[in-house]
C-alpha cells in the first residue's frame, strides 16, 4: 500500500505556544487528506478535511482558528495547533487518500503524540 | 452526522476460538466499511473491507460480512492468536468522509 509519513512522531510543549504536525504522502498524490485526533483507550475522531488548494472542512465542534490546517501541495498537509493547552494532549493522526485506483482507501500516518505541560 | 455504534467494547477469547465484532449504522447512503486494528500507540492497520455490493469478503482468518438492509456488518476472526490482542474499530464511509466505531478490545489468552 502507500505511506504516509508524519513528523514529529512525539513533541513535548509549554501551555501557550504553538506546535506544527506535518503530513506526508510519499509515494502518491494525495488528494484529500484527513487528520483524525485520538484520546486514550477511546475512538479516533475526525477533525478536518482537506482537498488540495482548498480551505478545509472542519467536523462540529472543532475550532479552526486553533487547528490550522494547510494543504498546499498534493504530497503535504501541516495541522498547527495554535496557543496550544494541556486538553489538546491527544494522539494526531492524519491520512491521505489518492485518485484513481485508490479511490475507497485512506492511507494512515503513524501518528504525533502531543503533550501539552 | 453519521453514528456508528461497535459491540462489544471488550472481547476475551481463549487462543483458536473465534471472535465477532458488530458494528450497526444509520445512514443508508454509507457504500465502503472497512476494519482497522489498531496496537498501542500505532497507526490504524486496515484489515479488510468490504463494498455495498457484496454481501461477504474472506481474506484467510478474516471474513466480513454485510448486511444493507439491516444496516449492520461483522468482523469474524477464525483461530484466535494471541498476536490478534488489539482494540479493532470498523468504520464505514458516505459521502467521502470516513467515521469509526468506538472500537472492540480483543484479548486472546494462550
Known amino acids: 500500500g502507500a505511506v504516509v509519513s508524519q513528523h514529529p512522531s512525539w513533541v513535548i510543549c509549554k501551555s501557550g505556544t504553538s506546535v506544527k504536525i506535518e503530513c506526508r504522502s510519499l509515494d502518491f498524490q494525495a488528494t484529500t487528506m484527513f487528520w483524525y485526533r485520538q484520546f486514550p483507550k477511546q475512538s479516533l475522531m475526525l477533525m478536518a478535511t482537506?482537498?488540495?488548494?482548498?480551505?478545509?472542512?472542519?467536523e462540529q465542534g472543532v475550532e479552526k482558528d486553533k487547528f490550522l490546517i494547510n494543504h498546499a501541495s498534493l504530497t503535504l498537509s501541516t495541522l498547527t495547533v495554535t496557543s496550544a493547552h494541556p486538553e489538546d494532549s491527544s494522539f494526531y493522526i492524519c491520512?491521505?487518500?489518492?485518485?484513481?485506483?485508490?479511490?475507497?482507501?485512506?492511507?494512515f500516518g503513524p501518528g504525533t503524540r502531543l503533550t501539552v505541560l | 452526522g453519521e453514528n456508528v455504534e461497535q459491540h462489544p467494547s471488550t472481547l476475551s477469547v481463549q487462543e483458536g476460538d473465534s471472535a465477532v465484532i458488530k458494528c450497526t449504522y444509520s445512514?443508508?447512503?454509507?457504500?465502503?466499511f472497512p476494519w482497522y486494528k489498531q496496537e498501542l500507540g500505532k497507526r490504524p492497520q486496515l484489515i479488510i473491507d468490504i463494498r455495498s455490493n457484496v454481501g461477504e469478503k474472506k481474506d484467510q482468518r478474516i471474513a466480513v460480512t454485510l448486511n444493507k438492509t439491516a444496516k449492520h456488518f461483522s468482523l469474524h476472526i477464525t483461530e484466535t492468536q494471541p498476536e490478534d490482542s488489539a482494540v479493532y474499530f470498523c468504520?464505514?464511509?458516505?459521502?467521502?468522509?470516513?467515521?469509526f466505531g468506538t472500537g472492540t478490545r480483543l484479548l486472546v489468552s494462550p
Open positions: 491520512s491521505a487518500r489518492g485518485r484513481g485506483g485508490w479511490n475507497y482507501e485512506q492511507f
Open positions: 468504520a464505514l464511509r458516505g459521502f467521502q468522509k470516513l467515521v
Open positions: 445512514d443508508s447512503a454509507s457504500n465502503y
Open positions: 482537506s482537498n488540495e488548494g482548498s480551505k478545509a472542512t472542519y
